[in-house]
C-alpha cells in the first residue's frame, strides 16, 4: 500500500493545495494530509478550522479519485510524523524557484534523518502556481476578490473571520 504524507501549515487550504493533492492522491492509496500546528507562525485559523476545511475538500477528492485521505495534525519532526503515519513518500509542492532553496536543504536534512522516506515534488496547474496562503489572507484584508484562488466554503471562512 502505497501511503504519502502532504504536510503544510494550510492556513487557509487554497486552489494550490487541493491541485497539488489531486495529483498526489494520482500517485498513491492513502494520502495523509500533515496538518502542521505551528502556534508560533500564529495561524488566522486554529487547528480544528483548518482541519475542518481540509476535511471538506479532503471528501470531494477522495469521492473523485477513490484514493483514501486522512488529515493528521502533527506538531513533532516532519520525519516522525511521516513514521507515525507510515508514508513512504512525502509531498512537498514546488511554486516559483524560491521555494527551492528551503526544499533542497530539507530534503538534504530529513535525508540524513531516514533515508527511507523519499520527498516527491509536484507542480500545481499554471493558473494555480502563484496562489500562496499567505497572500489570499492579505488580498482578504483588503477586500479583495479570493474566489479565484479559494473554494466558496473557504472564501466564506474568511470573509466570516474578518467581519465582513
Ligand atoms: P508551509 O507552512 O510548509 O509553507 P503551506 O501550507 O504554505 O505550508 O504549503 C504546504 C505545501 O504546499 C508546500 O509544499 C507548498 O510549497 C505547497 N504549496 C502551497 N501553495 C502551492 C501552490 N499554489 N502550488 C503548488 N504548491 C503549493
Do not use: W
Not at 495534525?73 to 510524523?81: M, Y
Request: hydrophobic share 50%; glycine share 8%.
Amino acid at each position: 500500500m502505497r501511503i504519502a504524507l502532504y504536510p503544510g501549515t494550510f492556513d487557509p487550504v487554497t486552489l494550490g493545495h487541493i491541485d497539488i493533492m489531486r495529483r498526489a492522491a494520482r500517485l498513491t492509496d492513502r494520502l495523509v494530509i500533515g496538518v502542521a500546528i505551528n502556534r508560533d507562525k500564529g495561524p488566522m485559523f486554529d487547528l480544528e478550522e483548518r482541519v475542518a476545511m481540509i476535511e471538506a475538500e479532503a471528501a470531494k477528492l477522495s469521492a473523485e479519485t477513490g484514493t483514501e485521505f486522512v488529515v493528521h495534525p502533527f506538531e513533532n519532526l516532519l520525519i516522525d510524523c511521516a513514521r507515525d503515519v507510515g508514508a513512504q513518500i512525502i509531498v512537498r509542492g514546488l511554486r516559483a524557484v524560491a521555494d527551492f532553496e528551503y526544499e533542497f536543504q530539507m530534503v538534504g536534512m530529513n535525508r540524513a534523518l531516514d533515508d527511507e522516506v523519499e520527498t516527491v515534488f509536484l507542480m500545481a496547474e499554471a493558473r494555480y502556481q502563484a496562489i500562496a496562503s499567505k497572500l489570499v489572507k492579505e488580498i482578504a484584508r483588503l477586500g479583495g476578490d479570493i474566489t479565484k484562488f479559494v473554494s466558496p466554503a473557504v472564501a466564506e471562512a474568511l470573509t466570516g473571520k474578518l467581519g465582513r
